[in-house]
């Protein structure tokens, strides 16, 4: 069973581009979630979601970052028109149900972007 | 609010010595915790969680934590450092409101020296 399966594993764009990380959750998982990991910090939340639903995107930037999960195929996560800021490790993780106690999340070996 | 501080964001040994990564978490109920660590260029792997079953909670890779109430600690030991022990550490609670989400300390950096 494969793990948790990020691509690109590094991603460089210009700034004002467009960049698009997947994330292939591991087999009979339904469960994604997003983290970005800035330079020198921990991971921070972003986004939260469940086959073909968004259930929580507290942590997601108002303009210029979205997700999607669909019902076929990766969860996508996509910025639009990228700054220098957004250079960072993005880190997908999956679960079979709703990450908590009892239910562990397995992370992927993240998308590093680099806005030049 | 859920939070957890890494009291130091970097802890050197000598290979052979014992370990202790400092962690304290904020907390209006009695949380679970958990211990990630991330290998350079490699996905986070649970170290450790507890989960009000037993306070001294063991890992893999000889690792263990124990969950101070009266302290609101829960720092990671490990009796002797191995090289391969190199890596970042993360201690994380679980964000409020059961959505799954995991709010991660600011991580500790893990030098071990020959």
């Known amino acids: 069973n494969a793990g948790v399966m990020q691509n690109p594993r590094h991603l460089v764009r210009r700034r004002g581009q467009e960049a698009r990380l997947r994330c292939s959750p591991m087999?009979?998982?339904?469960?994604v979630y997003w983290y970005r990991q800035l330079p020198e910090e921990g991971l921070k939340f972003m986004v939260y979601?469940?086959?073909?639903?968004?259930?929580?995107e507290s942590g997601m930037p108002k303009e210029r970052f979205s997700a999607e999960f669909p019902k076929e195929g990766p969860s996508i996560l996509r910025i639009q028109q990228v700054v220098r800021g957004d250079s960072a490790a993005y880190f997908c993780?999956?679960?079979?149900?709703?990450?908590?106690?009892?239910?562990?999340?397995?992370f992927g070996q993240g998308t590093r972007l680099t806005v030049v | 609010a859920q939070s957890v501080t890494q009291l130091d964001s970097h802890v050197s040994v000598s290979e052979g010595t014992p370990v202790l990564l400092r962690c304290n978490y904020s907390?209006?109920?009695?949380?679970?915790l958990f211990w990630y660590v991330q290998h350079p260029n490699k996905g986070l792997q649970l170290l450790l969680k507890?989960?009000?079953?037993?306070?001294l909670v063991k890992g893999i890779n000889g690792f263990e934590a124990e969950f101070k109430k009266s302290e609101t600690s829960f720092h990671l030991t490990k009796p002797s450092a191995h090289m391969s022990d190199a890596a970042e550490y993360f201690c994380?609670?679980?964000?409020?409101?059961?959505?799954?989400?995991?709010?991660f300390g600011q991580g500790t950096t893990l030098q071990v020296k020959p």
């Open positions: 993780a999956s679960s079979v149900t709703r990450q908590a106690v009892n239910t562990e999340a397995f």
């Open positions: 087999k009979g998982h339904s469960h």
């Open positions: 979601l469940q086959k073909e639903n968004i259930i929580d």
């Open positions: 907390s209006s109920y009695s949380p679970s």
């Open positions: 507890y989960t009000s079953a037993a306070t």
């Open positions: 994380v609670v679980p964000g409020l409101g059961n959505t799954g989400k995991l709010i």
